[in-house]
C-alpha cells in the first residue's frame, strides 16, 4: 500500500520535472522578443475595437503606434489617453482638437410631420429602400436607428420626443462608425468648439425649396443669406444647400442670426448668442416676421 | 393537374364578386401620367407647358434599350410637368393634363369589329409594340419588345401565356379573358410571329373554370394555342414557376427563361398587344380591379392611365370607414399608397382596400426553428438563414445562401407563425449583395 503511493508519486514528479525542463528550453528556443511598450499603449488605448483607425483592433493600433514615430494616432482617444501614451513612449502629446458628430437633419416628428406609418423591418437602410421617411422628406433622418446600432461607445440614442439621434458630448468619441451606417449619410465628424458652440447646416435636402419646405419646417432652401453674411466666407451653396465649412468658421453665428427657416443650427444650444445684435434689430424681426408668414402659406396650400 | 414542384401557399383567393361585369370609369378632370412608367432607363417629357394633346399623342422619349415611352391617354392641355410623390413619397417627374373633350389621334382605329388577320411581319411586330409603349402588365413593367428580341445564342420554343392571376383579390386578368379572349389570342399570334414560335400556351387556375372553358373554346380556331388548368398555389405567376409548372423545365440560377426557351407574357399584355399591333392604339388604358372586404361592389374599371386612385374609389363607393390601408396590386406583392392622390399607371393591376384589423403586422416572436419559411419557398432557398445572416451583416454567407435567386413573392414571410419580417430582411440582403457583385463585377 505505502509502496503504491511512494510510486505515483516519485513517478509523477518525475514526469512533472520532464516536461517542465522541455517546455523550459522550448520557451527558451522559440522565445518573441516583444518591445512592452507596446502592451501598455495597448492598455492606454480606449479599447473598444471600433475600427475607426482601420486597423484590426487596439492592439494593433498599438503596434503601429510604437513601431512608427511618425504615426499619428488613435482617431478616438481622447487628450487623457494621448498624454499617457505620448508619457509611456517619451513623446510629445500631439495637440488635437475634439470633435464630435453631427446630425445634419432637424425634421423629426415635431419638424416634419409623419404622413405615413411605416411598420416593416425597422432599419433605415431597409426603408431608404422603399420610401422617403415618415414625415416625407427623401433626404431627412429615417429614425430607425442604424446610427445607434452602429455605436461602440453607447454615445447616440434616438430622442423619442423629436424621433431624431442625439450625441452625448461626454461619450463620442467621433470615431464615425455612425456616419458609415447611415443609409442618407446625414451625420457628419466636425469640431466641438466648447466653449463657442458648433454651427453647421441641420438640412441635407437637395429639393428645390418649393417642394422641401412642404415635408418639413426646418429645410435649407438655399437661399443664400447666410453666405452672404459670412465673414469668413465659409459657406458654400450648391443643390439647393448651404455648407459650413470648418476649418473656415469662427462661429461668430451671424448666419444663424440670417437663416430664414433656422435650418442654420447653433449647438449646444446655450452657446447660442442672446438675439438682439447691436447693428440692425429691424431686418432680424424681418427675417423672423418672413419664414412664420412662409409656413403658414405652405401649410395652407398643402 | 399541373403545377411547380417547390414550396409555395395557399392564400385564401378572395376573388370577389369576380362573375360583375368590367365597367368604363369616365375620364376625370386632370390626368397626371407618370413621366417613367417602366422598368429601366428613366424617360425623358418631350412636351411642355400649354402643349395641346390628343388621345395617344407621344408625351416622352427614351433612346435606352431597356424603356418604354409613354402616350397621353386624354386629350387636353399640358398643364404643367412637375414633380409628385409616387407611392413610395419620393418625388417623380409627372405630366399632368387638364382634360378637354376626348378627341383622338387619327392613326388609331378605335371601330369595334376585331381584326384577325395579322399583316404585319415580325420585326415590325416588335417596333409596332416597341413603338406603343407596351410593357408587362402583370406589374412588373418589363418593357415587352426587350422580351421579344433573344440574345442571339437562344431560341425561342414556347409561348406562355400568364393567366393565372395568383395573386388573392385581383380579378382583372379574368375579366379580361371572358371579355376579350379572341383578341388575347390574336395579340398570342402576333407574339409567336415575332418570336417565331410554333406553340403557345395558356396558363389559368382551376379557380377560374369559366375562364378555362371560354379560352379552350375561343383557342380551338388558333392553331398551336392551347390552354392548361393548373393546380391553385401562389406564386404560379411568377415567371420561373409558371415555366416549371407549363412546360416541367426549371430555370437555372442566374439564368432567363429565354435560356430554357420560353418567353412568358401576361393576357393583359397580349391584349394590349393586340390593340398596338392591328388597332394601331398605344398603352393608353388598363383594366384595374378595385376591391377590398368592406367595399360594397368591388368592380373592374377600365381607365385611362394617370386616374388618381381616389377617382377609382368614388366610382365604388368611397373609402368606408373602417379602412386602414390601400394597396396598389395584390396583398402579397402590392405596395401600400401614401396618398390616394397617387395616379394610375400601366403596372397598376388593382386597387385593394384593407380594413383597419388586417391592415397592420402583427407582434414579432423570436425564431422558433420550425422551417416553416424554407417548406414555403418556392426557389428552394432557406429564408431565415438569409434573414439572419443579413441581418448580422454577413453578406458574404448571404450571397452563398443564394439570395440573388429570391423572387420576393412573400411566401416566407406569410408562412411565419413567428410574424417575423423575413421578405424585408431578405430584400435588405439583396439588395446590398447586388450592390457587392456588382461593385466586383466593375473591378474585374
Known amino acids: 500500500m505505502n509502496e503504491t503511493v511512494i510510486y505515483s508519486v516519485v513517478l509523477l514528479a518525475a514526469l512533472g520535472l520532464v516536461l517542465a525542463l522541455i517546455l523550459y528550453f522550448v520557451a527558451q528556443k522559440f522565445k518573441v522578443e516583444e518591445d512592452p511598450r507596446i502592451d501598455l499603449v495597448a492598455e492606454a488605448l480606449p479599447g473598444a475595437n471600433c475600427g475607426a483607425c482601420g486597423k484590426a483592433g487596439c492592439r494593433d493600433m498599438a503596434v503601429q503606434i510604437v513601431n512608427d514615430p511618425a504615426y499619428t494616432g488613435c482617431p478616438v ?20 482638437e475634439p470633435s464630435i458628430v453631427v446630425l445634419k437633419c432637424k425634421g423629426g416628428k415635431i419638424n416634419s410631420e409623419a404622413k405615413v406609418k411605416f411598420e416593416g423591418l425597422q432599419s433605415c437602410s431597409y426603408a431608404n429602400s422603399l420610401m422617403t421617411s415618415e414625415g416625407g422628406c427623401p433626404f431627412g433622418c429615417l429614425g430607425f436607428g442604424d446610427c445607434t446600432k452602429a455605436c461602440s461607445f453607447d454615445a447616440l440614442h434616438i430622442n423619442p420626443e423629436t424621433g431624431l439621434p442625439e450625441a452625448d458630448p461626454e461619450k463620442c468619441t467621433s470615431c464615425g462608425a455612425c456616419t458609415q451606417a447611415c443609409p442618407r449619410g446625414l451625420l457628419e465628424i466636425r469640431k466641438k468648439r466648447e466653449d463657442t458652440g458648433r454651427v453647421y447646416v441641420g438640412c441635407m435636402n437637395k429639393q428645390k425649396g418649393v417642394y422641401s419646405t412642404k415635408v418639413c419646417k426646418v429645410s435649407c432652401i438655399g437661399c443664400g443669406k447666410c453666405a452672404k453674411v459670412c465673414p469668413q466666407n465659409a459657406i458654400t451653396l450648391a443643390n439647393n444647400l448651404a455648407y459650413v465649412d470648418d476649418n473656415l468658421c469662427i462661429a461668430c453665428q451671424k448666419c444663424v442670426e440670417a437663416c430664414p427657416t433656422k435650418a442654420m443650427t447653433i449647438m449646444p444650444l446655450d452657446k447660442k448668442l442672446p438675439s438682439a445684435p447691436k447693428p440692425a434689430p429691424a431686418p432680424k424681426e424681418a427675417s423672423e416676421a418672413a419664414p412664420a408668414a412662409e409656413t403658414t402659406k405652405t401649410e395652407a396650400t398643402a | 393537374m399541373k403545377t411547380f414542384n417547390i414550396g409555395g401557399v395557399h392564400p385564401n383567393d378572395s376573388k370577389l364578386n369576380a362573375d360583375a361585369p368590367m365597367q368604363e370609369l369616365p375620364i376625370p378632370k386632370q390626368v397626371c401620367v407618370m413621366v417613367s412608367q417602366h422598368l429601366g432607363a428613366p424617360s425623358q417629357p418631350i412636351v411642355k407647358k400649354g402643349d395641346k394633346v390628343k388621345v395617344g399623342t407621344v408625351l416622352t422619349s427614351n433612346e435606352a434599350f431597356l424603356s418604354a415611352v409613354v402616350h397621353s391617354p386624354v386629350s387636353g392641355t399640358v398643364n404643367k410637368i412637375a414633380d409628385i410623390p409616387d407611392a413610395s413619397l419620393y418625388p417623380k417627374p409627372a405630366i399632368f393634363i387638364d382634360v378637354e373633350g376626348d378627341e383622338w389621334e387619327e392613326s ?11 399583316s404585319l411581319s415580325g420585326p415590325e411586330i416588335i417596333q409596332k409594340i416597341k413603338e406603343m409603349g407596351i410593357v408587362g402588365m402583370g406589374g412588373a413593367c418589363f418593357p415587352t419588345h426587350v422580351k421579344l428580341m433573344p440574345p442571339k445564342d437562344a431560341k425561342a420554343e414556347f409561348l406562355l401565356l400568364n393567366g393565372v392571376e395568383c395573386e388573392p383579390y385581383l380579378t382583372c386578368d379574368y375579366r379580361l379573358m371572358l371579355d376579350h379572349a379572341e383578341e388575347i389570342l390574336i ?31 375561343t383557342a380551338k380556331n388558333f392553331p398551336g394555342i392551347s390552354v392548361q388548368a393548373l393546380k391553385m398555389k401562389y406564386p404560379q405567376g411568377a415567371e420561373k414557376q409558371l415555366i416549371k409548372a407549363l412546360t416541367g423545365r426549371a430555370v437555372p440560377s442566374g439564368k432567363l427563361p429565354i435560356n430554357v426557351g420560353c418567353v412568358v407574357d401576361n393576357v393583359a399584355t ?8 392591328q388597332k394601331n392604339m398605344p398603352l393608353i388604358q388598363r383594366m384595374v380591379t378595385v376591391t377590398g372586404p368592406s367595399i360594397p361592389e368591388p368592380t373592374n374599371f377600365l381607365a385611362r392611365l394617370g386616374t388618381p386612385v381616389s377617382a377609382f374609389l368614388e366610382a365604388v363607393g368611397g373609402i368606408p370607414g373602417d379602412s386602414g390601408k390601400v394597396i396598389s396590386g395584390g396583398p ?16 397598376m393591376s388593382g386597387i385593394l382596400v384593407l380594413p383597419e384589423k388586417q ?9 422558433i426553428r420550425c422551417g416553416k419559411c424554407v417548406d414555403a419557398c418556392p426557389m428552394g432557398l432557406e429564408p431565415y438563414l438569409i434573414a439572419a445572416t443579413a441581418m448580422a451583416k454577413d453578406f458574404e454567407k448571404t450571397e452563398k445562401a443564394r439570395v440573388m435567386d429570391c423572387i420576393e413573392c412573400g411566401c416566407c414571410q406569410f408562412s411565419c407563425p413567428s410574424f417575423r419580417p423575413l421578405l424585408d430582411s431578405v430584400k435588405l440582403g439583396k439588395a446590398t449583395v447586388g450592390k457587392i457583385i456588382r461593385a466586383r463585377n466593375a473591378k474585374n
Open chain 1, 77 to 96: 482617444c481622447n487628450e487623457e489617453n494621448i498624454a499617457k501614451i505620448a508619457e509611456i513612449l517619451g513623446r510629445v502629446p500631439e495637440k488635437k
Open chain 2, 108 to 118: 388609331i382605329d378605335r371601330s369595334p369589329e376585331i381584326k384577325r388577320e395579322i
Open chain 2, 187 to 217: 395579340g398570342a399570334s402576333a407574339l409567336m410571329k415575332a418570336l417565331d414560335v410554333k406553340q403557345a400556351i395558356v396558363g389559368i387556375e382551376a379557380n377560374k373554370p369559366k375562364a378555362i372553358a371560354h379560352m379552350t373554346e
Open chain 2, 270 to 277: 397580349c391584349y394590349a398587344v393586340y390593340q398596338a399591333v
Open chain 2, 332 to 347: 402579397m406583392m402590392g405596395k401600400a399608397l401614401s396618398s390616394t392622390e397617387t395616379c394610375s399607371v400601366k403596372g
Open chain 2, 359 to 367: 391592415a397592420h403586422r402583427q407582434t414579432v416572436y423570436p425564431c
